[in-house]
């Protein structure tokens, strides 16, 4: 089944967001089927970022990260990537649609609040990092 990574990235969770977005995705009738918090280090933020490690933003995105502890989620279901990046809105809040998350709790390109994950491939690799197997409950 399909799955999908959620990060409740610091801007959210320094305004004690985590259960409001969380319950925003429950309340859309996706399925939570794993969810902790952890400080991520910076080895673990450049392998979730490795994609992104030749951009001009890369840096200060892996600071950023790891500037306080986050929750870290997966939802499964069928078309789950997809349906939480619809929720979540585009990149920059500013242009993101109304009623998303990132549009109602994003502060800016970088501190918008939520991370999900982009395809079902990279939504598998991205859970790996973050649980075992045995902390999935699908
Ligand atoms: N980001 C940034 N500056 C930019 C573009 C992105 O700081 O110009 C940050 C932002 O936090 C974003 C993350 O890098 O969520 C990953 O970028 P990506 O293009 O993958 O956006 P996303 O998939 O999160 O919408
Ligand atoms: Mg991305």
Request: hydrophobic letters at 40%; aromatic letters at 6%.
């Amino acid at each position: 089944m399909e799955r999908s990574l959620v990060l409740i990235k610091p801007d959210a969770m320094e305004r004690g967001l985590a259960g409001v977005i969380i319950g925003r995705l429950q309340g859309e009738g996706l399925k939570l089927v794993a969810l902790k918090m952890l400080h991520m280090d910076r080895a673990l933020a450049e392998r979730h970022y490795a994609i992104h490690k030749d951009k001009p933003f890369y840096k200060d995105l892996v600071d950023y990260i790891i500037s306080t502890p986050i929750v870290a989620a997966v939802f499964e279901g069928r078309g789950v990537v997809e349906r939480i990046r619809e929720l979540m809105g585009a990149t920059d809040p500013t242009r993101a649609a109304a009623g998303t998350i990132r549009k109602d709790f994003g502060l800016d390109v970088q501190r918008n609040s939520t991370h999900a994950s982009d395809s079902p491939e990279n939504a598998e690799k991205e859970i790996s990092l973050f649980f075992k197997e045995n902390e999935v409950f699908d």
